[in-house]
């Protein structure tokens, strides 16, 4: 299991799950399969857990159980309820979060790797309390773009390093605004003062700015973490 992959993106990950498969077929799931690794859940026995939880909670609804069966197999005729399709709607606009940021970077770049991990993501662990993680830190087996919207659409947050022009981090960033979420800029101090800049898009956002002579670390994590805060209206 990812280690961002908290009980709540669990459940996240069910409903979505769920929702998935009953909007296609256009009818209840006739019998749940193994989906404890497709929910991110450590085992079938904590998903099976998690199914009868939001039972209880009134989010999903199974038709009827077979004592015959074991495990998640024994579920028959799921669906979700209204609340359950209330949720599963506004996960489908962002409007879930997560407990981790997304981080859009270039990669491959020895100055922004090594910033990252010395700088970045200690910053967002140790002051803000998220883990930051980006699509290398995603195992699961699927379609990448897929993959990303859901890892975005989940976030708590995006910080964007615009530093090499990466068209990817722009477009990453501009989904991640267009379901709301808080978007953190970053840029390196030389990049960012060029005449070429950044795009005029976001060169009038705030923009948190780093230095590969890494003279103003210090710096930089106090003004990313404000403005993280202010943006998580945690300050």
């Known amino acids: ?3 961002f992959t908290s009980p ?3 459940a996240m990950n069910l409903i979505r799950y769920i929702g998935d498969q009953v909007s296609e077929s256009g009818e209840p799931i006739r019998q749940l399969a193994e989906i404890s690794e497709e929910i991110g859940a450590p085992s079938e026995e904590l998903a099976k ?3 009868e939880e939001l039972c209880e909670h009134g989010v999903v609804n199974v038709r009827n159980t077979s004592r015959a069966l074991g495990g998640l197999a024994s579920y028959k005729g799921v669906s979700l309820t209204l609340k359950g399709w209330e949720q599963y709607e506004a996960e489908k606009r962002g409007g879930f979060d997560g407990n981790y940021g997304f981080l859009a970077m270039q990669f491959d770049e020895s100055d922004l790797e090594s910033f990252v991990r010395d700088v970045v993501k200690p910053a967002v662990k140790e002051d803000i309390g998220c883990d930051l993680v980006d699509m290398r830190d995603v195992s699961k087996a699927g379609i990448i ?3 990303m919207r859901v890892r975005i659409r989940d976030a ?3 910080i964007a390093d615009l530093t090499h022009g990466n068209n990817g981090a722009y477009w ?3 989904y991640a605004e267009g379901l709301g979420k808080p978007v953190i800029y970053i840029c390196e101090k030389e990049k960012f003062e060029s005449d070429d800049g950044t795009h005029f898009d976001t060169n009038h956002c705030t923009t948190v700015i780093w230095s590969k002579s890494r003279d103003n670390d210090e710096d930089f994590r106090r003004e990313l973490t ?3 805060r202010r943006s998580l209206d945690e300050s």
């Open 1 to 3: 299991m990812n280690e």
């Open 156 to 158: 708590k947050f995006v």
């Open 226 to 228: 404000a403005t993280l």
């Open 49 to 51: 857990q998690l199914i």
């Open 172 to 174: 990453e960033a501009g």
């Open 8 to 10: 709540a993106v669990q």
């Open 145 to 147: 773009d897929n993959i």
